[in-house]
């Protein structure tokens, strides 16, 4: 799958193969070790937020589930 | 106004199995409109939940009866977030979906828990809603239903999505009774979207007429 920023695939498909690996094989099954894929993720975001900022994507200051608060049985 | 939807789906799938799918599911055949993915922010909480959010960016599928009504610069390509919190000690997932462009035409709003099947502890069940809504005037209404109609087939398309990389990842083919029973509910979507695009093209065509009488 490609990233929204047209050069960050490559350092996303690497950190998403560190994490799958991490995620089944660690984080599911209780392990609470840490996260060893935090460098690579650092270098993916770098370029992501870059390519967030010159897109205009609006994404600034939008709250975590925001607008789930005003929904029932949230 | 709001268009409420209320759903329940099952992958016969365990849960584990469909949470490592949940990060893997694009690309798949049944996405050819969703056109990026990325993560934009994850963190494991103290109490050991991964919450992430990623950001899509897909194509923006309107119908033509739409185009003479809204704008012509109109971007092809909508952004949506999806935030979720992926729970292992109560093997839940609940995700919050939503558009953060294309807000002021249509709305949509979904919200998913996955968690173990109660009649089928190795199977999953997903409890989904979506609210969809639409401020445009006189258009409102044709064009919630156009969205409902949309969702319901988006539906159709994630599961099987699910489906195929689900099969792909236990190396085997979707099971016979999943795809019989998916291509009577595509039937069943297809049929009701088709109902919605022409109840919404009769409403939108009313609602040019009053326009012309004001």
Known sequence: MNSVGEGCTELKREYDQCFNRWFAEKFLKGDRSGDPCIEMFKNYQQCVQKAIKEKDIPIEGVEFMGPNKEKPGS | ?214
């Open chain 2, 1 to 214: 106004m709001v268009k409420y939807f209320l759903g329940l789906s099952v992958l016969k799938s365990s849960w584990d199995q469909v949470f490592v799918a949940f990060w893997q599911r694009y690309p798949n055949p049944y996405s050819k409109h969703v056109l990026t993915e990325d993560i934009l922010f994850r963190e494991v909480t103290p109490d050991n939940r991964l919450i992430s959010r990623r950001l899509l960016t897909k194509t923006n599928r309107a119908p033509r009866w739409t185009e003479k009504y809204l704008p012509s610069n109109m971007a092809r390509s909508a952004y949506i977030i999806e935030d979720s919190i992926v729970d292992p000690q109560s093997r839940t997932l609940t995700t919050f979906t939503w558009n953060i462009s294309h807000a002021r035409y249509m709305a949509v709003e979904e919200r998913c828990v996955y968690g173990v099947n109660p009649d089928n502890n190795s199977w999953t069940e997903i409890k989904r809603e979506a609210w969809i809504s639409s401020n445009l005037f006189g258009l409102s209404r044709a064009l919630q239903e156009f969205g409902l109609a949309r969702f319901k087939s988006s539906i159709t398309k994630t599961m099987k999505g699910f489906q195929f990389i689900l099969a792909k990842m236990q190396g085997g083919t979707p099971s016979r009774t999943l795809v019989e029973t998916a291509k009577e509910a595509t039937d069943k979507v297809k049929e009701t979207a088709l109902a919605a695009s022409e109840k919404a093209k009769d409403l939108a065509s009313q609602a040019q007429k009053k326009q012309q009488y004001v």
